[in-house]
Nanobody, 124 residues
Framework: QVQLVESGGGLVQAGGSLRLSCAAS????????MGWFRQAPGKEREFVAV????????YYADSVKGRFTISRDNAKNTVYLQMNSLKPEDTAVYYC?????????????????WGQGTQVTVSS
């Protein structure tokens, strides 16, 4: 049973930083694509970042490019999202997600597994 558990959300002032963590368990993720999505109140879930667990190219939404970085720690079976220069419009619930087919995609429906989400609130 795949489990994804996010942590690290909170309240931060504009311009600040947060690092989100996603602890993955249940099987080997070596062939998975790992992503982050977010959903603000009244809005659709949107893509943030994705990378293959095995390493390699990372892809980002234009809105976060240059400010956010996705990474993973094999030893800890954890995926991270480092968020710098946060803006009020980054306020949302952030979700970790995994695709066993290894797709590197911004399409939410391609991901089979989702965490419960962690709230990020950026004050102006």
């Amino acid at each position: 049973q795949v489990q994804l558990v996010e942590s690290g959300g909170g309240l931060v002032q504009a311009g600040g930083s947060l690092r989100l963590s996603c602890a993955a368990s249940g099987r080997s993720f070596s062939t998975y694509g790992m992503g982050w999505f977010r959903q603000a109140p009244g809005k659709e879930r949107e893509f943030v970042a994705v990378m293959p667990w095995s390493g390699g190219s990372q892809y980002y939404a234009d809105s976060v490019k240059g400010r956010f970085t996705i990474s993973r720690d094999n030893a800890k079976n954890t995926v991270y999202l480092q968020m710098n220069s946060l803006k009020p419009e980054d306020t949302a619930v952030y979700y970790c997600t995994a695709d066993p087919r290894g797709s590197i995609t911004a399409m939410a429906r391609r991901y089979d597994y989702w965490g419960q989400g962690t709230q990020v609130t950026v004050s102006s």
